[in-house]
Nanobody, 115 residues
Framework: QVQLVESGGGLVQPGGSLRLSCVAS????????MTWYRQTPGKERESVAR???????NYADSVKGRFTISRDNAKNTVYLQMDSLKPEDTAVYYC?????????WGKGTLVTVSS
């Protein structure tokens, strides 16, 4: 069983930055693809950024050039650096770990972008 714990959310002004972290338990992190999702009330959960086990990153068009995903396999941690934040980035952000035959989710961390 893998547990994912997100942190780093909070209130930030438009144009500001936040860095989210997600720490995974267990020993499969290095072979797993990691994805950050976000969800707002009444909307479907959407993929924001993904990093493969090999380090290849992909981003949603809405965050390209503003968000950066990275991973530290030695710390079992994936990060999401969010810059130039906009009010429409307000959401609960979830960490997802996917490996052969397994799919785990964290409980989320709230990001609010408001003046």
């Amino acid at each position: 069983q893998v547990q994912l714990v997100e942190s780093g959310g909070g209130l930030v002004q438009p144009g500001g930055s936040l860095r989210l972290s997600c720490v995974a338990s267990g020993n499969i992190f290095s072979i797993s693809d990691m994805t950050w999702y976000r969800q707002t009330p009444g909307k479907e959960r959407e993929s924001v950024a993904r990093i493969s086990s090999g380090g290849t990153a992909n981003y949603a068009d809405s965050v390209k050039g503003r968000f950066t995903i990275s991973r530290d396999n030695a710390k079992n941690t994936v990060y999401l650096q969010m810059d130039s934040l906009k009010p429409e980035d307000t959401a609960v952000y979830y960490c997802n770990l996917r490996a052969p035959y397994v799919d785990y989710w964290g409980k989320g961390t709230l990001v609010t972008v408001s003046s």
